[in-house]
């Protein structure tokens, strides 16, 4: 082959070879956009993702020590140049520029005096003469929680366009949603609490004083066991009324049970018989605090205590897959389906409240597919079945010993 037809050739190997690495270099690349999702799914995961990440830090309200991060997600989220959180103190959070804190503050607190949204041009609404600071825009928009201003949203941009204004006002409706589900939260959480304290005070006198006069019949024909019943009773009463902590693990739990049946059987004798079957990995699991205790109680004092002959306890625990359940079962007199309905219901005057009191806090606390099994009839006895969360990382560094 002659030199010219040679580096011909050459040469229309060579562009044969780059335009096949560059169409496969292009395949790629779109099928790389492909596994990505399309444009729109893209802006609809990033949008979702920076609300998400904004929502975290508005759980405690714009005062909140992370309303600063929360500014800054909401920033990206608008693509605008700037953004401040206000409220009627002043302005809380500002992402930008330091020199827009003063018009951050006019702008906010004409919003929240107003309750309205606000759109100012880079002048001085009163005066008329231009900001000393940058010709930037602003929009203000009100967060309405409740019925009440709670701040305002302000953003920034170099010109102040109909969307933003639209965007602005969304952003500060759903800040103004995040609010309220964190006072649900918050109210939810007092109201678990109070019903905890509730029941805290709802530990029968009756039971207090039958405790106490068994181990006054005891000190002079059982000094020992006197003494025993009075370190039980001790334990008991410091456990249920312990000032902090709102959780425990079951056998903390188990351990004031023991006390508490020390203390009944010293009343019931041979009549009252607890029996345990308690797997050993069982015993570490995090559960609400007097969530079993009062189970026990319920069947002791309305199951066993009608029955001349008394009867028998059974407490049981096992792992099930990704929860615990805890069963307290007694052979009592037991009770009807509309009675158990009845005991159940919000507002009930049923003397079971310790049963009512569990079943309402596990609701809270964990939604109500962990609401109590109750299976009971007439003369049937009854088994209480209640399951929780194996893995309560949120509930963990909660549990109080006492």
Known sequence: MSGPAFTGAVVGLVVGVLLTGALVLAWRLARGTRELGSDSERATFRTLHLASRAATHLRDGLEGDDVGRAARHLRALLGCDALAVVTADGVVALDGPAHLLAEAERVGARTVETGRRQV????????????????????????????????????????????????????????????????????????????????????????????????????????????????????????????????????????SIHSYVELERARFGDRLTVTLQIAPESLSTVIPFLSVQPLVENAVRHGLEPREAGGTIVISARDEGTQTEITVEDDGVGMSPETLRALLASGSRATNVGLRNVDTRVRQLYGDQHALEIETNEGAGTLVRMRVPKSQPQHETEVSRP
């Not at 949603?177 to 029968?204: F, K, N, V």
């Not at 066991?225 to 959780?247: C, H, I, K």
Request: glycine letters at 10%.
């Open 120 to 255: 100012y041009g880079g002048r001085e609404p009163s005066s008329g003469t231009p900001s000393p600071d940058g010709p930037l825009e602003a929009v203000g928009a009100p967060v309405l929680a409740g019925g009440t201003v709670a701040g305002a949203v302000v953003a920034f941009a170099a010109r102040v366009r109909p969307p933003l204004v639209r965007a602005t006002g969304e952003v500060a409706q759903w800040c103004a949603a995040q609010l309220e589900l964190g006072e649900l939260e918050t109210s939810r959480t007092a109201l678990a609490q109070a019903e905890l304290r509730a029941l805290r005070a709802q530990i029968s006198p009756h039971f207090i004083y039958n405790s106490l006069g068994a181990i006054a019949s005891f000190i002079s024909t059982d000094p020992e066991r006197a003494r025993d019943l009075v370190l039980d009773f001790a334990d008991f009463t410091r456990y249920s009324f312990r000032g902090r902590g709102d959780f425990t693990t079951l056998a903390d739990e188990l351990h």
